[in-house]
């Protein structure tokens, strides 16, 4: 959803996580309205009515703003990234999941870091544990007996640095 300065994801799960929204974009009559207040028709209610009233009240304060005050209320929402804003954010930064390195005939390239072992050692092949994550989730999936999504490739995305 838009705010003054970009987009946010907010997911309010639960009526008391919904009606925290609804006090913060300064809408609490919605937390009265019959439309709104629980059940399945609430949920499209929300979407197809709440959703464009939303939008009006999240564009009065910046996304940085809005998730700081979602996360004040344990309302789940985070901001949207473009290409150019992702890697800036600093989750991201934190744990490490950009890694640049000097490819031998592609030079200066960017990796994400899948986890700390790829990081630490270098990429593996594209595909390289492909059979091994899908028999690993194959077996999970008889044990829980649950219908997963088939697993990715595997192959890490890489773009080149100017």
């Given at each position: 959803m838009p705010t003054s300065?970009?987009?946010?994801?907010?997911?309010?799960?639960?009526d008391a996580q919904?009606?925290?929204v609804f006090d913060a974009i300064g809408k609490p009559e919605f937390k009265t309205d019959p439309r709104f207040v629980s059940g399945r028709g609430a949920l499209q209610a929300r979407?197809?009515?709440?959703?464009p009233r939303a939008a009006e009240g999240l564009?009065?304060?910046?996304?940085?703003?809005?998730?700081?005050?979602?996360?004040?209320?344990?309302?789940?929402?985070?901001?949207?990234?473009t290409l150019e804003t992702l890697m800036q954010d600093p989750h991201l930064?934190?744990?490490?999941?950009?890694?640049?390195?000097?490819?031998?005939?592609?030079?200066?390239?960017?990796?994400?870091?899948?986890?700390?072992?790829?990081?630490?050692?270098?990429?593996?092949?594209?595909?390289?544990?492909?059979?091994?994550?899908?028999s690993k989730c194959c077996a999970k999936r008889a044990t829980a007996k649950q219908r997963l999504p088939r697993c990715g490739g595997?192959?890490?995305?890489?773009?080149?640095?100017?």
């Open positions: 300065d970009g987009y946010i994801g907010i997911s309010a799960n639960t919904a009606f925290a979407a197809g009515i709440f959703l564009k009065q304060k910046t996304t940085t703003e809005w998730v700081e005050i979602f996360d004040r209320l344990d309302v789940p929402a985070m901001p949207y990234h930064h934190d744990v490490g999941f950009f890694r640049k390195f000097d490819h031998p005939t592609e030079g200066r390239m960017i990796d994400m870091a899948c986890n700390k072992s790829t990081a630490a050692h270098g990429r593996l092949p594209a595909g390289a544990k492909s059979a091994s994550i899908r595997g192959s890490a995305v890489d773009g080149r640095l100017e």
